[in-house]
C-alpha cells in the first residue's frame, strides 16, 4: 500500500517573523540621547554637591568625607528622575516643573537616608539645602542647554529621525504641518492608505527599509480595517504612531488610565467645580477696571479725533451674539461712516472670505481716515471693556460675531456660542484678518474651548499686544 505525498505549496513565513533579523530602526541615536542626558545630569549633580559641601556648614561627618557617598546621591538623583519618566523622549526632557519635583523628593530621600545612616550626628542643613539648589539650578541649566543644541542641530538636518506618513490625501497638508512642527522627523515617504493593502504591503514595506525609515505616523481611517498591518512595522522594526481623525476631538486634561485590562480616557472633575471660570470672571472685572482708568485719556483722545474726522457719533453700537445665541450690544469707537450697514448689501460681492459666512473686505469704502488708524492697531475695540464689565463678554474668547454670519452658520459651529465671547482670542492672534476661511477660524476657537487655561488666557493677551504693535493682519 502506498501512501500518496501531499502536494508541496509555497509557504510564507509566519506573520509575526522578521523577513531579517535586525535591532530596531533608530535604537542608536536614541541611546547616545539618554547617554548624553546622563552625562549632563550627573555633571551637574556632582558639581552641585562639590559646590554644597565647599560652601555649607563644615561638619565632621561620613557623609562628607567618604567619596562613596557622592555614588550614592548620583545613584539616586538618576534613579528617582529615570523613575519619572525624565529620560523618555519628546517633552519629558524638558519638563523643567518634573525636574524640580524628582530632585525635591530625591533630596528628601537623601535627608531620610542620612539620619537613618548617622542618627547621632549633626546633619549640615545649609550643605543639604544649597546641595537642593544647586542641583536645581545647574540640572536644568544643562536640561536647557541641551534642547537649545540638539534644536539648533536638527535645524541644519541633523540627528532626525526618518519617517514615513500614510493618510488620506485631504488629511495629508495637515498631518504634515503637525510633523513638522515637532522639528525632529525628516519626512521621507508620503503615501495613501491604499499602500498598505494586501496587494501592495510588500511592496512598501521593502521600499521603507530600503529607505532606513525609523517610525511610520498612520493616520487612524489608514489602518483602521488592516490592523493586521501592525504586525508588518513591528518585525521591520518601524516604530508605529497611529494619528487620530482630524475631526477626533483633543481632551488636554485627559488622563490614560486601565479599566478591566481595557485602555481608558479619564478627564477627573476639579475639587470645585467652575472655579476656575470664577477665577477667569474676577480676573476679566479686576483687568477690566484697571485698564478702563490707564486707558482713560486715550478714550478722551480717540473722541476728539472722531468727531474732527467725520460727522457722526463717537461710539458705534452693533447687534451681535453673544452667550447661548442671545443678542447684545456691543461698544465700539466708530470708524466708518454713519450709514454704514446700510451699504454693506452692496459690498457683498466683493467680500473675501471664501465661504461667504463672515464679511470681510480689505480696502472697504466705508472706513474714515481716523478708523484706518484705529482698525490697524485695534484701538477701536478698547470700548468693549464696558462689555466685559457688564459680564456680556471676557478679555479672552471667541469674537461675537453680526446675526448676519451666525445665520449663515452650519450646527456644527455653534459650539462657539456656548461660552462667553472676547475681545481677543486664539483666531485674532492666529493670523487675525489673513484667515480667509471661516472653517479655520472655527477650529481656532473650538481649539481654544478645548484647551482652555487662565494660562491659556495669559498667553493670548500677550500674544495680541504683539500682534496690534506688529499690526499683523490688521485691516
Known amino acids: 500500500m502506498t501512501s500518496k505525498s501531499l502536494p508541496l505549496v509555497d509557504l510564507k513565513a509566519d506573520l509575526r517573523s522578521a523577513p531579517k533579523t535586525r535591532v530596531r530602526r533608530g535604537l542608536l541615536i536614541k541611546i547616545l540621547r539618554v547617554l548624553t542626558l546622563f552625562f549632563l545630569d550627573t555633571v551637574a549633580i556632582v558639581a552641585a554637591w562639590n559646590l554644597a559641601v565647599l560652601y555649607g556648614t563644615p561638619f565632621d561627618a561620613a557623609w562628607t568625607e567618604r567619596p562613596q557617598f557622592i555614588i550614592l546621591v548620583i545613584a539616586l538623583e538618576l534613579g528617582v528622575m529615570l523613575a519619572r519618566g525624565l529620560y523618555k523622549p519628546g517633552g519629558d526632557r524638558r519638563n523643567f516643573l518634573g525636574l524640580i519635583k524628582a530632585l525635591s523628593l530625591s533630596e528628601i530621600f537623601l535627608l531620610l537616608i542620612t539620619f537613618i545612616y548617622e542618627p547621632h550626628s549633626h546633619i549640615s542643613r545649609s550643605t543639604f539645602l544649597l546641595f ?10 544643562g536640561r536647557y542647554i541641551f534642547d537649545v543644541s540638539t534644536k539648533i542641530i536638527r535645524k541644519r538636518g541633523a540627528i532626525c529621525y526618518p519617517v514615513c506618513l500614510i493618510t488620506d490625501d485631504v488629511n495629508q497638508d495637515v498631518h504634515l504641518r503637525f510633523l513638522q512642527k515637532e522639528n525632529c522627523y525628516k519626512v521621507l515617504h508620503i503615501d495613501n492608505p491604499k499602500c498598505l493593502d494586501r496587494s501592495n504591503r510588500e511592496q512598501t514595506f521593502e521600499y521603507l527599509r530600503s529607505q532606513g525609515i525609523v517610525e511610520a505616523f498612520v493616520s487612524w481611517s489608514a489602518i483602521k480595517n488592516r490592523l493586521y498591518v501592525c504586525w508588518n512595522f513591528q518585525t521591520n522594526g518601524i516604530n508605529l504612531r497611529i494619528l487620530p481623525p482630524e475631526s477626533e476631538i483633543n ?55 472722531i468727531k474732527l474726522d467725520s460727522p457722526g457719533p463717537v461710539f458705534f453700537q452693533q447687534n451681535r451674539v453673544g452667550l447661548h445665541s442671545k443678542n447684545f450690544k456691543i461698544w465700539k ?13 452692496s459690498l457683498e460681492a466683493k467680500n473675501e472670505i471664501k465661504d461667504g459666512v463672515l464679511f470681510k473686505l480689505k480696502d472697504d469704502p466705508r472706513i474714515t481716515k481716523v478708523g484706518k488708524f484705529l482698525r490697524r492697531y485695534s484701538l477701536d475695540e478698547l470700548p468693549q471693556i464696558f462689555n466685559v464689565l457688564l459680564g456680556e463678554m471676557s478679555l479672552v474668547g471667541p469674537r461675537p ?26 483666531w485674532q492672534v492666529s493670523g487675525r484678518s489673513n484667515i480667509d476661511n471661516f472653517e479655520d477660524a472655527v477650529k481656532l476657537d473650538i481649539q481654544y474651548i478645548e484647551n482652555w487655561s487662565l494660562l491659556l488666557d495669559m498667553k493670548i493677551l500677550l500674544k495680541t499686544v504683539q500682534v496690534v504693535l506688529h499690526k499683523t493682519g490688521a485691516y
Open 132 to 141: 537642593w539648589l544647586f542641583s536645581l539650578l545647574f540640572v536644568c541649566t
Open 251 to 305: 481632551y488636554p486634561k485627559s488622563i490614560l488610565g486601565m479599566a478591566d485590562e481595557v485602555h481608558c480616557m479619564a478627564i477627573p472633575a476639579p475639587i470645585i467645580a467652575g472655579g476656575d471660570f470664577w477665577v477667569k470672571r474676577c480676573f476679566d472685572l479686576v483687568c477690566g477696571l484697571v485698564l478702563l482708568f490707564l486707558l482713560s485719556p486715550v478714550y478722551v483722545a480717540i473722541a476728539i479725533l
Open 333 to 345: 469707537f466708530r470708524t466708518m461712516v454713519s450709514n454704514a450697514e446700510k451699504l454693506q448689501a
Open 401 to 426: 460675531l453680526p446675526t448676519r454670519d451666525v445665520e449663515r452658520f452650519d450646527s456644527a459651529h455653534f459650539i462657539r456660542q456656548e461660552v462667553l465671547p472676547g475681545i481677543t482670542g486664539l
